[in-house]
């Protein structure tokens, strides 16, 4: 190697310089040689009476742009690598493919004329430091259309494009889907596999590749996905080896004894209102089972030795273990006899072809009876829909002080309905919930705090436009009471209120309202006497019996405000079905 000063009129660019798109900043960089001088030499080979440059072209570029300002002298000489021509491509590559400002269609060229000299992939990789499928995935590139090369030379597409007409090896069939979709890379990639089935797909779980390739099944490689799957070509033959998957299944449940078991296409609408069936246990480990799982969890542990910081969630290798732990598990699931009477087994695939095997009772539901089941004339409809918004004004309330609390019923309701699945949350997933009115005459001087109210006020604070720019000027306990006030508002009066929401508020019902003689009198007297009953006693029962309802309302009301009596539905230890 020698290293030697040339003019630069003696050096131009040589048509071997792996780099073909437009160099970019050269005022930057020639502000920079004038400031520090030509630090890096560039690298040349011999060409007739001067010299053609592989690496170092910005530089040449920004020596010319001095000269030309005038600040460089003409006689200016810059220092160059003279090395054989037959080096000259592989020093180019070598410089510049760590470069940031390289573009992918001069990588792309350079790689594809290398493997075009004979150069295997392996051999590319060793000489430039990366992997194998680093040079495959080029190389992929490189056999795209040339019409479709130069529009990405020319960024007219961008590199997601060109990476998704890889799907296909048939050059005239880019072509035609380049006429088409040009720089979509989603339509293009839609194109070629929409009869296709990703790899990645649950289905695989039921059909390993192997049997799906001994079956005569061909595979698409996607070489930039991460972790180099593709597609299946033959859906099929995908499906067919699916359904015999499913009626296997089915025939080993049947042989369980279960005495139903429906095949599903799809998750029924009302799945998650059917009656489950929970396992009772778990069957033992059959000897190959127990060998798995010990091979499985030391597979694992060696994995989090490696790497401290692994886990399911971000490392492929143990969330397949995971997956693989969790099916033989889900296959030991042991159910009675008695639990297998009057009952189905449901088999459907779900998101992305993933199986769910449930077993449901078709029994009915037996609803566990509650101490006023049996008495439905004690409250009439209209004072039970009363006491039920008179629970949702302190739940409310409470809400509007535990933004913490309030955030998690929002998160709650948003999971439910993101995955539409049974909605528990007792949030209206709206901006106006439906107000809530209760009687002046059964607050007895007591009043509630009214979360509309409190969000209006706090609202008020704010100007129509820029809302974002007002709140960011706001501290976190701030937006924290105004977000809670806003969610509370969103507790709606038409829902269901499950009962361990109000303890977790820590609410206390008896502190924040008393039923008294207008409660009372809006019961029935048999209803009165029924309660007067079971509160206090058949004589105190009995001894008010000729009472007037109106007064026997206010005995009713004296007497039970001594033990602190609420009706059942307010009472923080009932548990609501």
Not at 137 to 152: K, T
Not at 167 to 172: A, G, H, P, S, V
Not at 545 to 565: T, Y
């Amino acid at each position: 190697m020698t290293i030697t000063t040339i003019a630069p009129a003696n050096l131009k660019l040589s048509p071997l310089n792996v780099r073909k798109s437009k160099r970019r900043n050269i005022e930057a960089l020639a502000e920079d040689i004038a400031a520090h001088g030509v630090i890096h030499n560039l690298v040349a080979y011999k060409n007739g009476s001067g010299f053609a440059v592989v690496a170092g072209g910005r530089r040449l570029e920004a020596i010319r742009l001095l000269q030309k300002q005038g600040r460089l002298p003409e006689d200016f000489v810059v220092p160059v690598s003279i090395r054989p021509k037959k080096e000259a491509l592989e020093l180019s590559l070598a410089e510049n493919q760590s470069r940031d400002d390289m573009h992918p269609a001069d990588a792309i060229e350079a790689y594809g004329k290398l493997a075009a000299d004979g150069l295997a992939s392996d051999d590319i990789a060793a000489r430039f430091g990366v992997t194998p499928a680093h040079v495959n995935r080029i190389l992929s590139l490189a056999n795209l259309h040339p019409d479709i090369r130069a529009s990405l030379a020319k960024d007219e597409i961008g590199l997601d494009t060109a990476k998704a007409y890889t799907l296909t090896d048939d050059q005239e069939c880019q072509l035609r889907l380049f006429g088409e979709f040009g720089n979509s890379a989603h339509m293009v990639r839609k194109a070629l596999t929409d009869d296709k089935i990703a790899t990645d797909s649950g289905l695989f779980d039921l059909v390993p590749f192997a049997k799906y390739i001994e079956a005569g099944g061909t595979i698409t490689r996607d070489l930039f996905s991460g972790d180099e799957g593709g597609f299946a070509d033959d859906a099929e033959l995908v499906w067919s080896l699916v359904w015999q998957r499913l009626d296997t299944l089915r025939e080993e449940w049947l042989a369980d004894r279960w005495p139903e078991v429906e095949i599903v296409e799809r998750q029924p609408d009302n799945f998650y209102a059917l009656n489950h069936i929970r396992p009772q246990g778990l069957c033992d480990l059959t000897a190959m089972e127990a060998a798995r799982v010990a091979e499985l969890e030391a597979k694992a542990e060696a994995i989090t030795e490696a790497d401290p910081e692994a886990e399911v969630w971000n490392n492929a290798d143990l969330r397949a273990i995971d997956d693989e732990l969790g099916r033989i598990e889900q296959a030991r699931r042991c159910f009675t006899d008695k639990q297998k009477e009057d009952a189905k087994v449901i088999i459907f695939l779900g998101y992305n072809g993933a199986l769910t095997i449930q077993p449901v009772s078709l029994r009915k539901a037996k609803r566990s009876k509650k101490a006023d089941d049996g008495k439905p004339e004690r409250f009439s409809r209209k004072l039970t829909e009363a006491i039920h918004r008179i629970k949702l004004l302190a739940v409310r309330e409470a809400l509007c002080g535990n933004p913490d609390m309030a955030f998690d019923l929002l998160l709650v309701a948003l999971i439910e309905d993101r995955l539409a699945c049974a909605v528990n949350s007792p949030l209206a997933l709206r901006t106006a919930a439906s107000p809530v009115q209760v009687d002046a005459d059964l607050f007895a001087g007591i009043t509630f705090v009214d979360a509309e109210d409190a969000a209006d006020k706090a609202l008020a604070e704010f100007e129509r436009g820029n809302i974002l720019d007002q709140i960011a000027e706001w501290d976190a306990h701030r937006k924290q009471q105004l977000f809670a006030s806003l969610v509370a508002t969103l507790v709606d009066a038409t829902s269901a209120l499950p009962s361990d929401i109000q303890q977790r508020l820590g609410i206390d019902m008896a502190a924040k309202w008393q039923p008294d003689a207008a409660f009372f009198g809006k019961m029935t007297k048999s209803a009165l006497l029924d309660l007067l009953r079971e509160e206090c006693g058949e004589a105190a029962a009995e001894n008010c019996r000729k009472l007037a309802k109106a007064d026997l309302a206010d005995e009713v009301a004296n007497r039970l405000a001594k033990n602190g009596w609420l009706p059942p539905s307010l009472r923080a230890d009932t548990v609501c079905a």
